[in-house]
């Protein structure tokens, strides 16, 4: 008699099994200069920053959140801050810089000397009222509040990437 599990296992089984060896060649790494591939990438990533046609993003962190910016961009910050319409700002927790063809991190943020986000206020206000409603079960206690919080707009204006960056690390 032909047990179920014998006709599971079989036709489960690969038709034909080959066992490869590992070889025994040893490869040998390259050595690298890295100094010599640094100031390459160095020099590659200036050449990238030197046409102006090249767009940079940069990654900031502003209220407790991140946004990935890019000149002419538009955020949202929702707290009240002590600057004015009009102000220019500059935004100096960057977490990364980067463009179509490279990305510099920070560890855990870029020196603020050598990456200069600018951002000007375009616009203060609040936002729509949300309504909270609370309501006690079993008593005749209800309560309702307004909340509207304060809002900034924030246009990029620039990101600069200084070259002395590329050279120090």
Do not use: C, W
């Amino acid at each position: 008699m032909i047990s179920r599990s014998s006709i599971l296992s079989q036709r489960f089984l690969p038709l034909s099994t080959k066992i490869q060896y590992a070889s025994t060649q040893t490869i040998e790494p390259k050595l690298v200069n890295s100094k010599d591939r640094q100031n390459f990438v160095a020099n590659q990533i200036s050449e990238v920053l030197a046409d102006s046609k090249n767009r940079l993003f940069a990654v900031i962190f502003a209220h407790n959140r991140q946004f990935k910016v890019s000149q002419n961009d538009i955020i949202h910050l929702h707290h009240n801050s002590i600057i004015d319409v009009g102000q220019k700002i500059q935004l100096e927790k960057v977490l990364l810089v980067g463009g179509r063809d490279f990305t510099l991190f920070g560890r855990p943020l870029l020196n603020p000397e050598h990456v200069k986000v600018f951002a000007t206020v375009i616009e203060k206000t609040a936002i729509q009222p949300e309504l909270n409603y609370v309501k006690v079960s079993g008593k005749k206690i209800t309560r309702t509040t307004f909340q509207s919080r304060e809002l900034n707009v924030l246009r990029i204006n620039e990101i600069i990437v200084d070259k002395s960056l590329l050279m120090n690390n």
